[in-house]
């Protein structure tokens, strides 16, 4: 698991309803974090680890850089296969696309996982791992 990790997205508004609505399919939550970015997390009882996600460039950013460029990865733990499939749903319903269906891996062992593509072009993932994965 991380500790926090962020990413900056071109429109907040449309960011924050694909994120919204893959944190429903997880379990999750997002949070208010300024008028620029939000939060995207356990709980607020569990802040940490967190997904900053917001419109603000940041400071240790190299020159050039911008939304969508260096596209980011982040997988998310999901807790049954059920919910990786319901975070595939929720994230294309919400204007992602596919980047891998939901399904099994090779070469991965005990794992089931499915990708999309945020609106900026990032690729989220949710996975289970292990004896719910089978």
């Known amino acids: 698991m991380f500790d926090h990790t962020g990413i900056v997205v071109s429109d907040l508004a449309q960011a ?3 994120y919204d609505a893959i944190a429903q399919a997880l379990g999750l ?3 208010d974090n300024g008028d620029q970015a939000f939060l995207f997390g356990r709980s607020a009882a569990e ?5 900053w996600i917001g ?12 939304a969508g460029l260096n596209q980011m990865h982040v997988a998310f733990s ?13 994230a294309l319903a919400a204007g992602g696309r596919d980047n891998g269906p939901p399904g ?25 791992r292990g004896p719910a994965a089978r």
């Open 104 to 128: 099994p891996r090779e070469g991965a062992g005990d794992y089931y996982g499915a990708f999309v593509l945020d609106p900026d072009g990032n690729n989220i993932e949710a996975c289970v």
């Open 78 to 90: 999901a807790a049954s296969k059920a919910q990786v499939d319901a975070f595939y749903r929720a």
């Open 29 to 31: 939550q997002t949070v």
């Open 47 to 51: 802040p940490i680890p967190y997904l």
């Open 55 to 66: 419109t603000l460039r940041p400071s240790y950013w190299a020159a050039g850089s911008r």
């Open 16 to 18: 924050r309803r694909f």
